[in-house]
């Protein structure tokens, strides 16, 4: 089972960046997602979910409007776009799967890093 | 400000036992949701130590222990070693929030 992300890169405020996680050793589409960012000396905060089908999506409530969560099944992969980014989200972003008879997040990819500056 | 709460670090000699703490509300552990733990080592991906306040996932020691009381939540170490030296995140659901809560993130340190 392996969760690789990608995209992280260094931005300017204001830009937008897509996040992507590829999946592998798992049937995907059985699994609903999650993605949860640690910014730098600070602790993990959740992002967003989304379930198997995509018909339940959830944001943090901070980061409604900027941040939209999707998913291809067809290719085994988890997106994040983060629009009108600010210096604040800087951040190592994880993506991670949903337990599969619980609600732990069971799985964690080792994480891309945006850095937000000018 | 993290929903729920835990002590910045805990620490202990070789062997002993140490407790964390995750103390939320009645809108997330007290309202009966999960409480999950992960280890997070510097520059690894987390990992899943216990699921379902007290259940722990195959490969897990079992000196680590879950445990959950009203609005609060425990990990317990029992015979410490210096491996577990790690952050540790309590992890539930809040209902006022309607979305997935960390908690604030706890150091051991291993004397």
């Known amino acids: 089972v392996q969760l690789v992300e990608s995209g992280g890169d260094l931005v300017q405020p204001g830009t937008s960046l897509r996040l992507s996680c590829a999946t592998a050793?798992?049937?995907?589409?059985?699994?609903?997602m999650h993605w949860v960012r640690q910014s730098p000396g600070k602790g993990l905060e959740w992002v967003s979910h989304?379930?198997?089908?995509?018909?339940?999506?959830e944001y943090a409530d901070s980061l409604k409007g900027r941040f939209t969560v999707s998913r291809d099944n067809a290719k085994n992969s988890l997106y994040l776009e983060i629009r009108s980014l600010r210096v604040e989200d800087t951040a190592l972003y994880y993506c991670?799967?949903?337990?599969?008879?619980?609600?732990?997040?069971?799985?964690w990819g080792q994480g891309t890093m945006v850095t937000v500056s000018s | 400000q993290s929903v729920l709460t835990q002590p910045p670090s805990v620490s202990g000699a070789p062997g002993q036992r140490v407790t964390i703490s995750c103390t939320g509300s009645n809108s997330n552990i007290g309202a009966g949701y999960d409480v999950h733990w992960y280890q997070h080592l510097p520059g690894r991906a987390p990992k899943l130590f216990i699921f379902g306040d007290r259940y722990r996932p195959s490969g897990v020691p079992d000196r680590f222990s879950g445990s959950k009381s009203g609005t609060s939540a425990s990990l317990t170490i029992t015979g410490l070693q210096t491996e577990d030296e790690a952050d540790y995140y309590c992890q539930s659901y809040d209902s006022t929030l309607s979305g997935y809560v960390f908690g604030s993130g706890t150091k051991v340190t291993v004397l």
């Open positions: 991670a799967r949903v337990g599969g008879t619980n609600t732990a997040f069971d799985i």
């Open positions: 989304i379930s198997w089908n995509s018909g339940t999506i």
């Open positions: 050793g798992f049937t995907f589409d059985d699994f609903g």
